[in-house]
């Protein structure tokens, strides 16, 4: 009886929501609210202030909020120790990835990864959107560039390199730029921005681009620059096999921006599983 309604309790202080907690641990609303209500009773104190809005602890429900997460982080770590001895770990693994990298490059590595270890399941949802680790019950994402959320732990897999491109067709017909100022001379194809970066003179520049095309998809560019019709930037898995093999060329190789970080991030309050922490090293391996 001691321990009913602990879990509960903390899923919904950390996401200051009963239908959030709920969507954590996979139970319905009802049985998150009938537990707590339960653990209230039966400590005789009331630990969240409950409005139609928000939902907040009290200042006795804050005190046993942290002596509650010390406890479950016991509980977690005394896991992780058994699972240590363990040789094959095992386990459901969620994460999620931006669509088209996710597809050509994260799936194929977690594929050979669940080959190796036959005990885990994987569960992959592919979205361009930063989804919200926590509330979608995430245990991992792969994140490209430049990170915003403070509130998560990073772990760098690798680096990519965006590329300027266009087909040798288009370049002949239309000339090469020398410098960032010529762009506005030729047919840009852009993606989801207006605008393109580069570093000039040690300064990191974003330089506002136009076209005939906007696309909101990396292969239907790719597409259109083999086929001659402008000049692209993209990063390199969707063009750096078109540079090797010469059906694309890049341009403006000395304002390159600099290489992005590829990212593992998790929430900050969990600490890596060993069968995390052995796909993120695989990952990482895989990517370099």
Not at 134 to 147: F, P, Q, T
Not at 189 to 205: A, N, P, S
Not at 228 to 246: A, F, M, R, S, T
């Amino acid at each position: 009886m001691k321990w009913e309604g602990i879990s509960e309790f903390v899923s919904v202080a950390e996401a200051e929501s009963f239908t959030q907690a709920a969507k954590r641990l996979s139970i319905s609303t009802a049985q998150v609210s009938r537990q707590v209500t339960a653990l209230e009773q039966r400590l005789k104190i009331k630990l969240f202030y409950r409005t139609t809005r928000k939902v907040s602890l009290t200042e006795e429900g804050s005190v046993f909020y942290q002596h509650c997460r010390s406890v479950l982080d016991g509980l977690e770590a005394a896991e992780r120790a058994v699972t240590n001895l363990h040789s094959r770990p095992q386990g459901k693994i969620r994460l999620t990835a931006p669509v088209t990298y996710g597809e050509q490059r994260v799936l194929p590595l977690v594929n050979d990864f669940i080959q190796r270890y036959p005990d885990i399941e994987v569960a992959a949802y592919l979205s361009n959107q930063q989804l919200d680790l926590v509330d979608g019950g995430y245990d991992l994402a792969i994140r490209l560039g430049k990170l915003s959320d403070s509130s998560m732990m990073a772990k760098k897999l690798a680096s990519r390199t965006n590329y300027t491109c266009a087909a040798p067709a288009y370049l002949e017909r239309c000339g090469t730029p020398d410098g960032l100022s010529e762009l506005d001379q030729h047919n840009c194809l852009l993606g989801t921005l207006d605008y393109w970066r580069f570093r000039h003179d040690g300064v990191e520049k974003n330089i506002r681009v136009t076209g005939r095309v906007r696309y909101n998809s990396g292969i239907g560019l790719v597409d259109a620059a083999l086929k001659g019709q402008g000049i692209v930037q993209l990063p390199d898995h969707y063009v750096e096999k078109h540079i090797q093999e010469g059906s694309l060329i890049s341009v403006l190789d000395s304002q390159r921006e600099p290489d992005e970080g590829i990212w593992a991030v998790y929430p900050h309050n969990r600490h890596l599983s060993p069968k995390i922490r052995l796909l993120v090293d695989h990952l990482a391996q895989g990517l370099e």
